[in-house]
């Protein structure tokens, strides 16, 4: 089993940055690809980004590519997703999910985190 803890979430201008963490807890971190999903109010999740398990490929949606970041950290167990130029249309609950390839972690994850708000202004 992997427990996943999302934090930094919170209430932002449009332009400005937010960096989102996912400490994880359990089996083996550095063994699991990470990813971010994000979902709307009425609307579905939505994949945001993942990192393979040494953090040297990364992979994003069309929506945020040049804007967020996904990185890792194995020694501390995190995964991070820095968020720049926030635009209102990132608002959504942004969860952190683990999976044992970049196949199920960007479709169907194993593991997935309880979720934190993001909420930008216009």
């Known amino acids: 089993q992997v427990q996943l803890v999302e934090s930094g979430g919170g209430l932002v201008q449009a332009g400005n940055s937010l960096r989102l963490s996912c400490a994880a807890s359990?089996?083996?971190?550095?063994?699991?690809?990470m990813a971010w999903f994000r979902q709307a109010p009425g609307k579905e999740r939505q994949f945001v980004a993942a990192?393979?398990?040494?953090?040297?490929?990364?992979v994003y949606a069309d929506s945020v590519k040049g804007r967020f970041t996904i990185s890792r950290d194995n020694a501390k167990n995190t995964v991070y997703l820095q968020m720049n130029s926030l635009e209102p249309e990132d608002t959504a609950v942004y969860h952190c999910?683990?999976?044992?390839?970049?196949?199920?972690?960007?479709?169907?994850?194993?593991?997935w985190g309880q979720g934190t708000q993001v909420t930008v202004s216009s």
């Open positions: 359990g089996r083996t971190f550095s063994r699991y690809y």
């Open positions: 990192i393979e398990w040494s953090g040297y490929s990364t």
């Open positions: 999910a683990a999976g044992g390839s970049l196949l199920v972690v960007t479709t169907t994850p194993d593991y």
